[in-house]
Structure formats: structure tokens, C-alpha cells
């Protein structure tokens, strides 16, 4: 079952979850604000360490590949010469922005709308997305980088197709490189 669907089985076990939960006495709203706030603490915790450990770590190996181009847009992908360190930094980066956002919507969602339920599912949701994040596989659980885990990571797979991602074959990176060469004579 791939990650979009995965994700949407949860959410709709969870809302059902959600839906015994008496959210009117106090002592249970209380638990699950706690709980959501353990949880995205716990989430922000995990991808700290994980720069943490990028840098620890340090790895310079060269990283070269074409960024995926826009759809809605004529001009080809982009040649991007990385090394995995900095590739790392930027894709938990976009974890941390991502976290972040999810507790500024759930501030609003809840602090100023009052709605309890979406409480409730963002704290499992952000723990199971956790576990799904491709720094935390290679940087907490050990595993190795390669198929899915390889750099750069392919992007999420949409429930009707494919993933996109960036080209990393030799003739795709050739012919970026081609691109960036033409233009400086130019």
C-alpha cells in the first residue's frame, strides 16, 4: 500500500477513534492537549537531533542531480551539485517547516475555532510521519541509504501514480550540465 493511501486509511481510523472520544469533560480534553503537545515535541525533538547528527557526521560526498521541474512551466529541470550533508540539512529542514506549519494550523484549528477531533488525529498523524521521514530511517533507525532511502529522495507518491523526483541517470545530469555550460558562453 503505498504512503498516500497508507496515510489516508489512518487519518479515517483515527477521525473514527476521534468520534468516541468524549471531548466536552474537561479531564479528557486536558489529556489529549497534553498528548498533542508531548507528541509534537517528541516530533521537533527527533529532527533536531537529527541535524545534530548531520553535522556530526559530516559527509562531503558530492551529490549531483536534476531537479524535478515544474509542471506548469516550459523550462527544464535544474542541475543541482550538492554534498549529502547539506542535502540532509535541507530535506529535515523541510520536516522542521512542515511540523511547524501543522502546529500553527492546529493553534488555529483549536485554540480559535475550538475544534477538539483534528487534536486528537495531528498527534498520531505526526508520529506516524515521523516514522515515514527518510532522515529518521537512515539517521535513528540505521538503516542504510539505498533503494528507497538513496539520495535524492524521490518524492511522495501520489494516490493515483507515480513518484516524481529528481533524475540522478548520467544522460539527464549530461545534458543539465550542457544547459549551464551554453549559458555561460552566452
Do not use: W
Not at 511522495?156 to 529528481?166: R, Y
Amino acid at each position: 500500500m503505498n504512503s498516500g493511501v497508507q496515510n489516508l486509511v489512518i487519518s479515517l481510523g483515527v477521525m473514527q477513534v476521534a468520534r468516541k472520544i468524549p471531548f466536552d469533560e474537561p479531564d479528557v480534553l486536558l489529556y489529549v492537549r497534553i498528548g498533542y503537545v508531548v507528541s509534537q515535541i517528541a516530533i521537533l525533538s527527533v529532527y533536531y537531533y537529527i541535524s545534530y547528527k548531520i553535522k556530526q557526521k559530516n559527509d562531503q560526498t558530492v551529490l549531483k542531480y536534476v531537479e524535478a521541474p515544474n509542471p506548469m512551466s516550459q523550462e527544464p529541470g535544474k542541475l543541482v551539485t550538492t554534498t549529502y550533508k547539506d542535502y540532509d540539512l535541507a530535506e529535515t529542514s523541510k520536516l522542521l517547516r512542515s511540523a511547524y506549519l501543522g502546529i500553527l494550523m492546529m493553534c488555529g484549528l483549536h485554540g480559535y475555532l475550538g475544534y477538539t477531533q483534528p487534536l486528537f488525529a495531528q498527534g498520531i498523524m505526526g508520529l506516524k510521519n515521523l516514522y515515514d521521514a527518510k532522515p529518521v530511517s537512515i539517521y535513528i533507525l540505521g538503516r542504510e541509504a539505498e533503494g528507497d532511502l538513496k539520495r535524492p529522495f524521490k518524492g511522495a507518491a501520489s494516490m493515483f501514480g507515480g513518484a516524481g523526483g529528481p533524475a540522478t541517470d548520467a544522460a539527464s545530469i549530461a545534458e543539465a550540465e550542457k544547459r549551464v555550460g551554453s549559458k555561460k558562453d552566452e
